[in-house]
């Protein structure tokens, strides 16, 4: 049974060991919340390209001491030339997930890192950004050490990504992924950051880095402009809620598929599961995760194509009638419509003062569409692959719209004082994570317990109408017995702690001694530090 760390005063959760260290090294200099995990946010970029990057996208979710929360969605929308007729002249049915092609939603996770040090700054924020940038301009001008994730992760259409020019130069060894432990080195990525540090977060939209990356973006062909940089603002929106009995959970509206985390939880609630870890409470998920994908893929797209207000399903009456159609005797049958493959980071700090952030950060596929741009060293991310070409769907692209996203930060406030920051990596399969995870918490799992247990995802249509459930090797065998004794198809995988199954973390305060608890997936390279 792995222990919790538990920390005094503050902490902060990372899949990758060296944003940890950053996060801590700043409380311990006096930052805040938002501050570290700015900070944290360039180092991870820089040291696990494979899931994400500056040239990706971003969304925060930061509560104040005093219950005030905010909402920052940093994704960006397609660009100006990124038309369904340039597609379909093209030959395509559906937006390619590599190439400049797929490199056509402007990046806006760096100007989400702008607008998170403007609300640092209002609460007290003083650190400089050359303190803030520093240990990620030392790793790419260093080097780092490329991460056993990196060196072992796999992702679909691997030779189309090795084939994007520059690709290969900058990432693999003799045509190989590099083995982990070799050491790397992004000189022009750390002379972006540098420039960043001198003139700011904007540059990178409208100052000289903007105008190099819209540069390398024509030399491409990838459909964004330069206009489409100088234009691009990160928004503050106002998150979706849903209460609990004994908490009240939070998370990002449309674009991100924040809806179907709440909804999952919603549901589950309504099913009343009176024990973890039995066939009956991860029945309960399993079909919430159905019905909550269901309506996702109905109702999440840009807002500026919402058919349906997204709070309106998670009204009681909605979520009670949702959940009567639930059989907790036998599973429901479950088309997937779209790819799982999808890859990020998630982060979580809360300071001394008890100021919380949920931050999720990514590149989408695992190194976006593989384009590198040579100029500043920004691998830029394929987030606009999720776009339709059908014109009538409300996920249909258009320029100048954001699409469907699965990043979704989580954070809960409980009844009793506690708040948590949770989130995961995980593609559209994020929603499933957080379930499991918020759930086992909440049935008084401890945190290190509740990421480290053996977790499922619903995956790949089968024939007909049926889903398979996948389970990691080391699932507990009366439990795949019990779900399938309940109808669902399950297949055990060959391994325990894969990728494949999230890079989760969870922080908690407690607000009777200010104690923070944290920690990180085993599945990732990271884990927790504080002070």
Known sequence: MPETPVFSTAAVAAPHRLAAETGQMILAAGGNAVEAMVAMAATIAVVYPHMNGLGGDGFWLVREPKGRLHAIDASGPAGSLATLRRYREKGYDAVPSRGADAALTVA??????????????????????????????????????????????????????????????????????????????????????????????????????????????????????????????????????????????????????????????????????????????????????????????????????????????????????????????????????????????????????????????????????????????????????????????????????RPFHSLNPGLAVFDDGRVLSFGTMGGETQPQFLGQIFTRYAFGMGLADALEASRWLIDKRMRGSGAMLKVESEFDPGLIRGLLQLGHQVEEMDESYADTFGHAGMLVRHSRNGRVEAAHDPRSDGGAAGL
């Not at 992004?186 to 190099?212: C, I, K, N, W």
């Not at 503050?236 to 849903?242: E, G, K, M, R, T």
């Not at 840009?302 to 058919?307: A, C, T």
Request: include cysteine; aromatic fraction near 8%; hydrophobic fraction near 45%.
């Open 108 to 401: 806006g996770a760096v100007n989400g890192w702008g607008l998170a040090l403007e609300l640092a700054k209002a609460l007290g924020g003083q650190m400089p950004r050359d303190l803030l940038l520093g240990d990620a301009i030392r790793f790419a001008r260093d080097g780092y050490p490329v991460s056993r994730s990196e060196a072992r992760f796999r992702t679909s259409e691997e030779a189309a990504l090795y084939a994007v020019p520059g690709f290969a130069e900058a990432f693999l060894v003799e045509g190989k992924r590099a083995p982990a432990g070799t050491i790397r080195r992004a000189p022009r990525l750390a002379d972006t950051l540098e420039q960043l540090v001198h003139t700011g977060f904007s540059d990178f939209y409208r100052g000289d880095v903007g105008r190099e990356i819209a540069t390398d973006l024509e030399r491409l062909g990838a459909p964004i402009a330069r206009r489409d940089m100088e234009t691009y603002r990160a928004r503050v929106v106002q998150p979706l809620s849903l209460r609990l009995k004994g908490s009240t959970v939070y998370n990002l509206p449309p674009p991100s598929q924040g809806l179907a985390t709440l909804l999952i939880l919603g549901l589950f609630e309504r099913l009343k599961v009176a024990k973890a870890e039995t066939p009956e409470h991860h029945h309960a998920l399993i079909e919430a995760s159905k019905r909550a994908f269901a309506t996702r893929d109905r109702a999440v797209a840009d807002p500026m194509n919402l058919v349906h207000d997204p709070a309106a399903f998670l009204e009681a009456s909605v979520l009670e009638r949702e959940a009567a159609l639930i059989d907790m005797r036998r599973a429901a049958s479950f088309p997937l419509p779209r790819p799982i493959d999808g890859d990020t980071i998630w982060m979580g700090a809360i300071d001394k003062d008890g100021l919380a952030v949920s931050y999720i950060q990514s590149i989408f596929w695992a190194y976006g569409s593989g384009c590198l741009l040579p100029a500043t060293g920004i691998l830029w991310h394929n987030r606009g692959s999720a776009f339709s070409l059908d014109p009538a769907s409300p996920n249909r692209l258009e320029p100048g719209h």
